[in-house]
């Protein structure tokens, strides 16, 4: 599903972010990112949402090769991703509803076809009481909740995490990561980046750990490797 | 269509829809974008409210121009209408001659009617209306020549000057005049007046287009968070840009109106002056108003102006907001 062959991206200034990175992330799995802040685990994420592009190797997703897409492509391609951030990205002035529907209506849909999907997707993540609160209404894990249903409104073969459980609590955090794993068990490929260790080894996934840009380690045991 | 995942039904593509229900639902769509654009408008009046007043102004001057070239051009036709050339007779012309040049100028096909002036007649006119009457009274001969009004069947300048240069050539005419020195003096303003209007007309659409782009520029950069959420969740360029261009048009509209607005109380404003100053001329003169037409390509003037700059400001800066997401 996601596969990364010698990835590097250096930035200008000569800071390299990430050094020869390779892996694979098979259909269906579910992988943790993790590493200390600065340790490349952003880049990689900005590498396959295209937010920026490596500076040698190669990201491949389903088997294409991301530097084939041109910049015209790119909506197109993160539409095939479902993303959800650190610091939710929700639109502040818009409804629960409009933030969710948000791709759906960038992909044409509308009526009644859209209204269930939303309403659906928001559902799948506890929220459907809350379709007409303004986002900053919403305790923090509620926001990240509305980021999630947001991510997966337009049911995504991917889903990419940026810290989603960063500024929540350990029950919170608890929810959401079983929002993840429900994803996951319906055959979406979930990768998720998170320095939270105490929740990594209570999850028991694969886990892909960087350190100064360099991929250390790639298996179960991970956590505690770069302590 | 998936870029990734070849058969993955993506968007409302995904739902099978009717050509005549596509169709329909696009001009929804729209009209719906347009109408939340109008919305943001009303949502941010100080600044919207400002650049439509700037519109407004900055087209008042060339309409009122065009205004002004349409109604000069008004006068001089009518007054082209009524182009009469006068020949004045050499003084030892005897009646024979006279009833002769007579029924040569009315055989004449460019001439439509002459009118004859005694010189005796034309002296008692003169006495009378002069106020030098007793003067003449002193003077034994008559100075004043026999005149021949002569009018023209075509009363442009350039026909009633081709005829002026024939009738100069026959043997009994002492002077042939046409008094269309001043009207030519008169068009030539009229274009000059006209151009000048062109010109400002010219510039102050630029300034328009760049006051436009920039109230644009701002709204885009007031609204870059938004934006970059819309490039993270898929969205393009078009798609983000398209609400701008709305607005672009609704700034248009509103500055075209106002424009109107303004130029309906100005000649209403100019009316009495304008009637002061016809009245000294004993002229039927009524200031001809903005035609129906001419609203409609103002407002689509307005309308374009408001588009292309709001283009101008879209294609530049939504394309460099890039998403940093993560």
Known sequence: MLRFEQVTKSYSGGFVALDRVSFHLEKGEMAFLTGHSGAG?????????????????????????????NRGQVPYVRRDIGMIFQNHKLLMNHSVFDNVALPLVIEGFSGKDMTKRVHAALDKVGLLDKVRCLPHTLSGG???????????????????ADEPTGNLDPDLSKDIMNVFEAFNQVGVSVLIASHDLSLLARMRYRTLTLKNGRMINDGLTSYGADE | MSILFQGRATGATAVKQSLWNRFVMFWVHHIRQALTSLGEIWLTPASSLLTVAVLGVSLTLPVTLHLMVKNLQQ???????????????????????????????????????????????ALAEFTAESGFGDAFSYIEDNPLPHVMLVSPKNTSSVAASALLETLKQERYVELAKLDIGWLERLDAIVSLVRQVA???????????????GNTIRLMILNKKDEIEVMKLVGATNSYIQRPFLYTGIWLG????????????????????????????????????????????????????????????AVRRNISQIEATGL
């Open chain 2, 198 to 212: 062109m010109a400002v007309a010219l510039l102050l659409m630029v300034a328009v287009l760049l006051v436009v």
């Open chain 2, 253 to 312: 509209f509103f500055g075209g109106i106002l424009t109107f607005l303004i130029e309906e109380v100005l000649l209403w404003w100019l009316k009495h002056a304008i009637a002061g100053v016809t009245q000294l001329y004993e002229s039927s003169f009524t200031l001809e108003p903005m035609s129906l037409a001419e609203l409609g390509y103002l407002l689509l003037v307005a309308i374009s102006l408001g588009f292309f700059g709001s283009l101008l």
């Open chain 1, 142 to 160: 509620e926001q990240q909740r509305v980021g999630i249903a947001r991510a997966v409104v337009n049911r995504p073969p991917l889903l990419l």
């Open chain 1, 41 to 69: 685990k952003s880049t990689l994420l900005k590498l396959i949402s295209l937010i920026e592009r490596p500076t040698t190797g190669k990201v491949f997703i389903n088997g294409v090769d991301l530097s084939r897409v």
């Open chain 2, 75 to 121: 006068v001089s036709s009518s007054i082209d209408q009524a182009a009469q050339i006068s020949l004045f007779l050499k003084a030892d012309t005897n009646e024979t001659q006279i009833a002769e040049l007579i029924a040569l100028l009315q055989a004449n096909p460019e001439v439509a009617d002459v009118q004859f002036i005694d010189k005796g007649q």
